[in-house]
C-alpha cells in the first residue's frame, strides 16, 4: 500500500508560477512510476505527466509540454510538478498517482494509488 499526500495548491495570477509536492509513504518510492492528473471544474480528470521509477523517462500531455516539469526526488520519497506560466484554464484539483511499474501511462487505470487532490486556482 502506497500513501500519496499532495501539497496545499493555491491560488495564482495568470502567468505566474506554482510547484506541486507528493509526498508518498508505505513501499519504496522508487519502485513506483508516477504521474500527476488534473479535474477543471465540470470535466472529467485528464493525464498531465508522468515520470519513470528513476526519473530517467517523462511524457507529457500536449497541453502542458514546455509549461510544466514533473520530477522527483526518491530519497525524499517525493514527487514535484514545476508549474509555469500558469493561465485559467490550469484551475482544477490537481491529483498525484503511483503505478506499481517502472513505467506508466497517461490513463486513469495505468495507476494503483491516488492522492487525495490539491486545489489550483488561476486567476486572470
Known amino acids: 500500500q502506497v500513501q500519496l499526500v499532495e501539497s496545499v495548491g493555491g491560488l495564482v495570477q495568470a502567468g505566474g508560477s506554482l510547484r506541486l509536492s507528493c509526498a508518498a509513504s508505505g513501499r519504496p518510492f522508487s519502485n513506483y512510476a508516477m504521474g500527476w492528473f488534473r479535474r477543471a471544474p465540470g470535466k472529467e480528470r485528464e493525464f498531465v505527466a508522468t515520470i519513470s521509477y528513476n526519473g530517467g523517462s517523462t511524457i507529457y500531455a500536449d497541453s502542458v509540454k514546455g509549461l510544466f516539469t514533473i520530477s522527483r526526488t526518491n530519497a525524499k520519497n517525493t514527487l514535484y510538478l514545476q508549474m509555469n506560466s500558469l493561465q485559467p484554464e490550469d484551475t482544477a484539483v490537481y491529483y498525484c498517482?503511483?503505478?506499481?511499474?517502472?513505467?506508466?501511462?497517461?490513463?486513469?487505470?495505468?495507476?494503483?494509488?491516488w492522492g487525495q487532490g490539491t486545489r489550483v486556482t488561476v486567476s486572470s
Open positions: 498517482a503511483a503505478a506499481k511499474t517502472y513505467y506508466s501511462g497517461n490513463h486513469d487505470q495505468d495507476y494503483d494509488y
